[in-house]
Structures are given as structure tokens and as C-alpha cells.
Nanobody
Framework: QVQLVESGGGLVQPGGSLRLSCAAS????????MGWYRQAPGKERECVAT????????????YYADSVKGRFTISRDNAKNTVYLQMNSLKPEDTAVYYC??????????????WGQGTQVTVSS
């Protein structure tokens, strides 16, 4: 089992910044790729940003949705099993519930994918 605890959401004015965090804990042998997704009301969940396995040939390579390129930055702290999403120049269309997603290997074997509980981000004046 793994627990993902998200924090950092809230209400911010357009042009403002927020930093989301997602800490993983549990029977984890290895954290592989990590990412952030979001879901706005009436819309499907979409991938916002991902960061690859630190031990892979393309270690820490990142992907961003076109809508957030240049404004959001994903990073990870492997020692803390934590992924971050720094969000700058926020727009009202960034309003959504943000979910972290972690691909991990269990200490007892097996590869899994888990979701955080979600944190609300609201961009409004």
C-alpha cells in the first residue's frame, strides 16, 4: 500500500502562484514516474505535467501540457518521495481539482499506479 498526501491548493488571483506538493509513503521499493493531472467541472481529467524515473536513461525528463508550458514547473525530491508543481501566472482556466499520480514498485514486488486525493485550485478575482 502507498499513501499519497497532497497539499498546497487554494484560492489565488489571476497572475498569482501556488505550489502543490505530493508526498508518497508506504511499502515502496522504488518510485518511478510521477505526475500531476487536473479535472475541471464538466471536463475529463487531463495530464498537466510528468517527470520520469530518476534512475532511467532519460532521468527526470519532463512533459508539460501545451496550456501550461512556460508557467508550470514539475520537480521531485527523491529522498522525500515527493513531487512538486510550481504554478505561476495562473489563469482562471487553471481552476480544477489537481491530482498527483505516482508509478511505484512495491517492496514485495509488483508495479503499481496510485492517485492522490486531489486538491482544489481556484483562480479568481
Amino acid at each position: 500500500q502507498v499513501q499519497l498526501v497532497e497539499s498546497g491548493g487554494g484560492l489565488v488571483q489571476p497572475g498569482g502562484s501556488l505550489r502543490l506538493s505530493c508526498a508518497a509513503s508506504g511499502s515502496i521499493a522504488r518510485i518511478n514516474a510521477m505526475g500531476w493531472y487536473r479535472q475541471a467541472p464538466g471536463k475529463e481529467r487531463e495530464c498537466v505535467a510528468t517527470i520520469s524515473d530518476a534512475g532511467s536513461p532519460d532521468a527526470d525528463s519532463t512533459y508539460y501540457a501545451d496550456s501550461v508550458k512556460g508557467r508550470f514547473t514539475i520537480s521531485r525530491d527523491n529522498a522525500k518521495n515527493t513531487v512538486y508543481l510550481q504554478m505561476n501566472s495562473l489563469k482562471p482556466e487553471d481552476t480544477a481539482v489537481y491530482y498527483c499520480n505516482v508509478k511505484w514498485r512495491a517492496t514485495m514486488g509488483g508495479d503499481f499506479r496510485s492517485w492522490g486525493q486531489g486538491t482544489q485550485v481556484t483562480v479568481s478575482s
